[in-house]
T-cell receptor, first 113, second 110 residues
Framework: NAGVTQTPKFRILKIGQSMTLQCTQD?????MYWYRQDPGMGLKLIYY???????DKGEVPNGYNVSRSTTEDFPLRLELAAPSQTSVYFC????????????FGQGTRLTVV | DAKTTQPTSMDCAEGRAANLPCNHS???????VYWYRQIHSQGPQYIIH???NNETNEMASLIITEDRKSSTLILPHATLRDTAVYYC???????????FGAGTRLTVKP
C-alpha cells in the first residue's frame, strides 16, 4: 500500500490563480481530512469527509472547496489564491472512528506570491 | 471536544524517559485521548490512544489519571529521533472531525 499520497509536493502560485491539491489513499478509508499548517504553528482543519459524497467544514474553510466523488480521492481546490494561503497542506485518512489511527500524507508546500 | 493544554516545549536527555503531560480537565466520559507526533515538517504520526486504562505499545505508554482530567505520554528511552512536536487530542467517539492544538516541542539532547 502506498498509504496517503499528496501531489504536488511543492507549488508556487501567483495571487488570483487557482489550483487543486490532490490527495489519494489506497487503504479504503472512509474518513478523509485536509489540514493547513502555517510556519511554527499547529495544524488547522480545513475540511473533512466521512465518505463519498459527504463533506463538511472544519475550522478554516474560507477560500477552499472540496469534493469526494470516490472513496480514494479527496481533492482540495483553492480559488483566487491569496498570500494568506501560503502554508503546508496535509491530507489524512482513517478507516473508522473508534480505536483507529489517522494516516497522513507528506504534505504540499504552497507559496502564493 | 474537550480542550487540551500542553507545555510549549520540553527537553529530555538521550536514553532517559520523556514524560509529556496533557491537561484535559473538561473531558467527558465518551472522549478518548489520542497522541500524535510530527517530526520536522513531515506529516503527523499516530502514537497511542486510550479511554480510561493505561495503554502501552511498541512506541510509548499512556498514563491516564483516575479522574481522566490529565494524562502523560511516556517515551521510555528517548532517542535523538524522538525530537518532534507531540500533540494530545481529545475526541468524542462519534465526532467525525479531528482537531489539533499547538502541541509540545520535545527536544532530545545528547
Amino acid at each position: 500500500n502506498a498509504g496517503v499520497t499528496q501531489t504536488p509536493k511543492f507549488r508556487i502560485l501567483k495571487i488570483g490563480q487557482s489550483m487543486t491539491l490532490q490527495c489519494t489513499q489506497d487503504m479504503n478509508h472512509n474518513y478523509m481530512y485536509w489540514y493547513r499548517q502555517d510556519p511554527g504553528m499547529g495544524l488547522k482543519l480545513i475540511y473533512y469527509s466521512v465518505g463519498a459524497g459527504i463533506t463538511d467544514k472544519g475550522e478554516v474553510p474560507n477560500g477552499y472547496n472540496v469534493s469526494r466523488s470516490t472513496t480514494e480521492d479527496f481533492p482540495l481546490r483553492l480559488e483566487l489564491a491569496a498570500p494568506s494561503q501560503t502554508s503546508v497542506y496535509f491530507c489524512a485518512s482513517r478507516v473508522r472512528d473508534l480505536g483507529t489511527e489517522a494516516f497522513f500524507g507528506q504534505g504540499t508546500r504552497l507559496t502564493v506570491v | 471536544d474537550a480542550k487540551t493544554t500542553q507545555p510549549t516545549s520540553m527537553d529530555c536527555a538521550e536514553g532517559r524517559a520523556a514524560n509529556l503531560p496533557c491537561n484535559h480537565s473538561t473531558i467527558s466520559g465518551n472522549e478518548y485521548v489520542y497522541w500524535y507526533r510530527q517530526i520536522h515538517s513531515q506529516g503527523p504520526q499516530y502514537i497511542i490512544h486510550g479511554l480510561k486504562n493505561n495503554e502501552t505499545n511498541e512506541m510509548a505508554s499512556l498514563i491516564i489519571t483516575e479522574d481522566r482530567k490529565s494524562s502523560t505520554l511516556i517515551l521510555p528511552h528517548a532517542t535523538l529521533r524522538d525530537t518532534a512536536v507531540y500533540y494530545c487530542i481529545v475526541r468524542v467517539y462519534n465526532n467525525n472531525d479531528m482537531r489539533f492544538g499547538a502541541g509540545t516541542r520535545l527536544t532530545v539532547k545528547p
